[in-house]
């Protein structure tokens, strides 16, 4: 099962990765099993308006034990006791959260009613798309009152999320880290740490699959690449722990960065820490192998000399 992950996870980030390179849009139905259910138009939902942006606050502390949304490494998300209630999405509740999240960070009106309805139910006429859209959109209010406070607005035809300071939604922290950065905001160690403790726990959503979606994560790939790959190089950041850090976090998005690896194994050298720089090597060449099929060709020693 462990090398069977090995194998699939990469896989799935670097198709998702070249389909935003190559910027290539797909429709296709998605495959989720249909919920067959038809229900009065909810038009107090519907007609609900937001008169100015929210406020997004910037946390210093990030805590994943308990009032979150965790989206990379894979979907959890937990209530207001630390409880896992992951089990309460259904996969089209989980697609339907993952597209109100990444529409809302993507535009700050939201997503599209039409663009919702054409990827989650394109089979059904346009009432009935409706009216399983309101009832998924209740579902999520509903499990959102055991997690804290979490808005889904309305304003014309978009909908968006709105996240409360008591919950954490760990890609909508990220993009706020990386268009502060972009900013040239953020860019001090301190915050640049808690964006690594968010980013370490790997790929965005690599077991949900649609079209869509494979978009957005290519996207979100490539962008988070590009910035550590960026950091690792950055002659202004000399503490040789935190490139460890840096080294270690683009090894959970890009399993075969071999700029990393040299990084990684040559500070964990210089820092004494033998057995540890071992592991890591040998971690990369099993990655290796198990993705490419052949061996890594590269000695240990090669890596690690000046």
């Known amino acids: 099962m462990y090398y069977s992950l090995l194998i699939v996870i990469p896989i799935i980030i670097f198709i998702g990765f070249y389909s935003y390179i190559r910027s290539k849009k797909k429709t296709s139905k998605v495959g989720v099993v249909e919920e067959e259910v038809v229900v009065k138009e909810d038009k107090n939902h ?9 406020i997004r606050y910037l946390r210093t502390s990030h805590d994943l034990s308990k009032q979150c949304i965790r989206l990379l490494g894979g979907f959890v998300v937990k209530d207001k006791n630390g409880d896992d209630i992951s089990s309460l999405f259904t996969p089209r509740l989980r697609l339907l959260l993952t597209m109100l999240i990444i529409g809302t960070e993507e535009n700050p009106d939201g997503i599209s009613g039409n663009t919702i309805v054409e990827k989650l139910w394109s089979s059904k006429n346009k009432y009935a798309a409706r009216n399983n859209r309101n009832v998924s959109l209740t579902k999520l209010r509903g499990i959102f009152e055991k997690v804290g406070h979490v808005e889904i607005v309305n304003q014309g035809n978009y909908w968006k999320i709105v996240f409360g300071e008591d919950v954490l939604c760990d890609y909508s922290e990220i993009i706020t880290y990386y268009k502060g950065i972009k900013e040239n905001r953020f860019n001090d160690e301190f915050h640049l740490n808690i964006l690594l403790n968010l980013l370490y726990n790997g790929a965005l959503l690599p077991r949900i699959e ?24 950055d002659p202004n950041i000399t503490n040789d722990e935190f490139r460890i850090k840096i080294a270690d976090t683009l090894l959970q998005h890009d399993y075969l960065n071999e700029e990393a690896l040299r990084v990684q194994c040559l500070l964990l050298y210089k820092l004494g820490e033998v057995e540890k720089m071992k592991s890591c090597y040998q971690e990369f060449r099993t990655n290796y192998s198990n993705l490419l099929g052949i061996q890594y060709n590269k000695t240990l020693r090669e890596i690690i000399k000046p």
């Open 46 to 54: 519907e007609e609900i308006k937001e008169e100015s942006e929210p």
């Open 210 to 233: 649609s079209d869509w979606l494979n978009h957005h994560k290519g996207r979100f790939s490539y962008q988070t690449i590009e910035m550590l790959i960026s950091l690792l190089n």
